[in-house]
């Protein structure tokens, strides 16, 4: 990185946007559609845990669409070289419980960009804070972590899937689990409900072709949403941390365990022959 792209770069820490949705009846009726059973119990009126991944997304017309289906440039988001964008993981802190009829402001601001060479290549890092605030005050404190990749090489015709690629994990100990196949029916619900173009999530040839998974790419923040609600569902009540990181892909078609320890403070997606996807953790002396 030269010294003036460095310098572009630094002057994104600290920038600022703002946005306003609101938590509608339809948006939590359609977010229970998704995941039922597979969601904690909530109180009359309060909205499912994750529905805040459903809020402000990016909003782009057709024309303004990269070759991927994300937005060609989301005035967001520092301009960062590597094309590939992944949700990477990240952290939360749970204040209150969102509630349908809010109306939410939220305010997002660049944390850092960092740039790292990786086995894959260069990868670059974007950490973004975001603020949920609501009429009561601030609901949620998030910080996402983003990363961006090379463009994927010419796949071999008998290349490894990412299921072959990914090394299992050791055996764990479960303390609670639930268990799905997460169908492409499912993926292209999320996709729509979140606003998200993403190809990886829908469209099976460039998936496989373009960008070189096993399959379609079940989305980061579905697997967080599920883990979330299996930590609500398992203690005694929403943990007030919640931090999660994505692992490996996890692709449409395959069982999917979302497991927790036995104490209930560490949970994990996890495929065929125990290959992990994505891990949590939780804080729970201030559960919500």
Known sequence: MDA??????????????????????????????????????SAAGHAPLGIHWCLSPAIAAMDQLGADGHPARNLSLPPVPQPRRMWAGGELQVHDAFRIGDEVRRVSTIRDV???????????????????????????????????????????????????KAAPAPSRPVGRSWALVPSSTLLFRYSAITFNGH????????????????GLVVHGPLQATLL?????????????????????????????????????????????????????????????
């Open 228 to 288: 979330l609600n299996l930590a609500a569902a398992h203690g005694a009540g929403i943990p007030a941390t919640f931090r999660y990181r994505g692992v490996a892909p996890a692709t449409a078609g395959h069982n999917l365990t979302i497991a927790a320890s036995p104490e209930g403070r560490r949970f994990w997606t996890q495929g065929d022959g125990g290959v992990v996807h994505m891990e949590a953790d939780v804080d729970r002396d201030l559960a919500v």
């Open 114 to 164: 960092v740039r790292k060479q990786g086995r894959s290549g260069e990868l670059w890092f974007v950490a973004v804070d975001h603020r949920y605030h609501t009429s009561r005050g601030i609901v949620l404190s998030e910080r996402h972590d983003i990363v961006y990749r090379e463009a994927a090489a010419a796949v071999p015709k008998h290349a490894a899937s990412d299921h072959e």
């Open 199 to 214: 190809r990886i999530h829908y469209d099976l040839p460039y998936a496989t072709q373009a960008e070189g998974y096993a």
């Open 4 to 41: 003036t792209e460095q310098k572009l770069f630094a002057e994104w820490i600290g920038r600022q946007s703002e946005s306003i949705d609101v938590v509608s009846e339809r948006l939590v009726q359609s977010f229970r559609a998704i995941f039922e059973p597979n969601l904690a119990p």
